[in-house]
Nanobody
Framework: VQLQASGGGLVQAGDFLRVSCVVS????????MGWFRQAPGKEREFVSC????????YYTDSAKGRFTISRDNAKNTVYLQMNNLKPEDTAVYYC???????????????????WGQGTEVTVSS
């Protein structure tokens, strides 16, 4: 499985941005796909995920109401639409794929076997 993240950039507070993750090697609907982010000097943290086979979406508290994860099966791509961005959203955003589904929790890094290279999002105030 290979993941290619893109779509990051420099935006102002209040703007929106959509990051994408193209999946190759597996059909995206068979995977639980997650988005994590790592801000400068901080640990990588969970942002959102889309469970396999339409099992639902999950968000961290800071993303609820502002971010939306979606999946395009035809393009084998997962998106994270981010609205009303804040300076504290500044981070490198990583997509990740859970192939084996061993863990019941989806909000931890160890649940995911494959990772994209990250795309940088910078929000200026």
């Amino acid at each position: 499985v290979q993941l290619q993240a893109s779509g990051g950039g420099l935006v102002q507070a209040g703007d929106f941005l959509r990051v994408s993750c193209v999946v190759s090697g597996r059909t995206v609907s068979t995977l639980t796909m997650g988005w994590f982010r790592q801000a400068p000097g901080k640990e990588r943290e969970f942002v959102s995920c889309f469970r396999r086979y339409g099992g639902g979406t999950y968000y961290t508290d800071s993303a609820k109401g502002r971010f939306t994860i979606s999946r395009d099966n035809a393009k084998n791509t997962v998106y994270l639409q981010m609205n009303n961005l804040k300076p504290e959203d500044t981070a490198v955003y990583y997509c990740a794929a859970d192939v084996n589904g061993i863990l019941s929790t989806v909000a931890v890094q160890r649940a995911y076997e494959y990772w994209g290279q990250g795309t940088e999002v910078t929000v200026s105030s």
